[in-house]
């Protein structure tokens, strides 16, 4: 059977449901087509179930166990103190399709096979049907990513385990020479070992083996887990941080794992893959009202800069660890991600500039104010557009804040906040002590 849809969500995951159900609040009929994969189990923080909530997946929130302790430690600093709640993805993901059919949105289980470009629509291919849409979100996870830009290699052995009940929630981080295990207990009776690694030569052993040989390295998972008994085979998961550099064609807008998947090690895949929803929302309203070259520059751009703050940030992490255990594994990788290269600083000071930006749900361009430390353009402060209110100062040759307030209709805090704003990045000068009018420097010559 052939469908016409305006919005097809093709992935059953965090990203696509929640891109799904926030598109459904705004009032858009939403055919989401995917399967439910992931038999593993993860760590969130407690801001990730924030964001669960935030997108109305209260059923998905529900099924999240803990908090626990986190204990361990990395680069031979203790890293205990925080918690960590334990997610059960098959569990999880079962509770996230509920959320949104609860929301109304229309579920296809199928597996999605292809999809390609048929003059304005795109044609979704499952195994027996298609389905013509204006809009696809790719949502399939990091599987689903096209000509990918990669970190270091990695892979992660995952088994479950039969525990004691001790009642305690809690997860362990431990560095090996070879890479890290995490360990996370339910309190109930399962344990979780997963063990990131490279391409270690033991995988060729089998998973039973490998993992065998990296615990004995291990000695407080292993204490962890002493007495403990498998439960089910050992399975592998892909776990190579990747960018995936394939632009975005009109009305294809990558969501998640398949625009972006992180280094395991951050825990924030699944933080990350709620936070774009946002975006990825903006983006499909924005292509809806007819833009679309802003908002592929928008979602390129931000996937980019995801990319290199992630691997700043991993490259110290890495780094950390490999000064106090010189292996290989860890040298290597903090190489790898010290070689990603940050974006070219932009030269000069603040300027003007035209942006995509993020306005109501939706992406458009708007001039904005770009800095070296802000390239992609800031162009509100406390719901003040800076442009127009830069423009204002000018043309009234004033820093008299109750004056800006009154023409921009906010209160004066929020007008104070923005020239102070504009002031700090050094596009106005410093209001006197009583706001004064009268004559200032301008600074039009930091303008476009
Ligand atoms: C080893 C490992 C450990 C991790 N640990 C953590 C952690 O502790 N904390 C954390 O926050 N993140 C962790 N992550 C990252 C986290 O899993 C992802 O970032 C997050 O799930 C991304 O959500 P997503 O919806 O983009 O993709 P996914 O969760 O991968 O969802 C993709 C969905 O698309 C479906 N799908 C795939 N192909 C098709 C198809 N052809 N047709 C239809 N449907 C399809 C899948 O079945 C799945 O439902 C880990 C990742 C790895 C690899």
């Known amino acids: 059977m052939a ?6 969500i093709l992935g059953a995951g965090p990203a696509a449901i929640a891109t799904a159900c926030a598109l459904r609040r705004l009032g858009h009929e939403v055919l989401l087509i995917g399967v439910p994969r992931n038999t593993a189990v993860e760590g969130v923080s407690q801001r990730t179930l924030g964001l669960l909530r935030e997108h109305g997946l209260a059923a998905a929130a529900d099924s999240v166990g803990g908090p626990g302790e986190r204990v361990g430690s990395w680069g031979g600093i203790d890293v205990a103190g925080n918690s960590e709640y334990v997610v059960q993805r098959a569990e999880f993901d079962r509770a996230l399709l509920a959320d949104a059919a609860a929301m109304g949105v229309r579920i296809c289980a199928e597996r999605v096979v292809r999809y390609e470009r048929l003059g304005a629509l795109w044609r979704v291919h499952t195994k027996r049907n298609y389905v013509d849409c204006r809009v696809a979100v790719d949502a399939r996870g990091r599987r689903a990513q096209r000509s990918p830009r990669r970190g270091p290699a990695l892979i992660a052995v995952c088994q479950r385990l039969c525990t004691p009940r001790t009642g305690r929630v809690f997860t362990r981080l431990e560095a090996i020479a070879q890479g890290w295990c995490w360990l996370a207990a339910d309190g109930r009776g399962m344990s979780w070992l997963q063990i990131t690694s490279g391409r270690e030569p033991s995988l060729r052993l089998g998973l039973d083996e ?50 972006i998947a992180l280094d395991p090690l951050s825990g ?21 009202s007819g833009y679309w070259d802003p908002i592929a520059k928008f ?46 600083p932009i030269p000069g000071g603040a300027r003007i500039d035209w942006r995509p930006v993020l306005n109501s749900a939706r992406i458009e361009l708007r001039r904005v104010v770009v800095t070296p430390q802000f390239p992609r353009g800031v162009w509100q402060v406390d719901a003040v557009d800076l442009p127009k209110l830069l423009d204002f100062l000018h043309a009234a040759r004033t820093t008299d804040v109750a004056c800006a307030a009154r023409r921009f209709g ?39």
């Open 410 to 448: 906010c209160p004066p805090a929020a007008a104070a906040h923005a020239m102070q704003w504009l002031s700090d990045h050094g596009l106005l000068e410093p209001a006197g002590p009583a706001g004064g009018t009268g004559p200032h420097g301008s600074p039009a010559d930091r303008l476009d």
């Open 268 to 288: 924030q895949g699944m933080y990350e893959a709620l936070r774009s929803v946002v975006a990825v929302t903006g983006a499909v309203r924005g292509y809806l």
């Open 299 to 344: 979602m390129a751009e931000r996937t980019a800069e995801l990319w290199q703050q992630s691997s700043l940030k991993a490259a110290h992490h890495y780094g950390q660890e490999a000064q106090k255990n010189p292996s290989p594994f860890w040298s290597e990788a903090a190489a790898r991600y010290r070689a990603i290269q940050p974006a070219p």
């Open 210 to 259: 490998h993992l065998r040989r990296l615990v004995a390295t291990a000695p407080q998972v292993a204490a962890d887990l002493s007495g403990a008994i498998a439960t089910g085979a050992p399975i592998a998961r892909a776990a190579t941080p990747s960018l995936c550099t394939r632009p975005d064609e009109p009305g294809l807008i990558r969501a998640g794992d398949a625009a």
């Open 3 to 8: 469908l016409r849809k305006e919005i097809a």
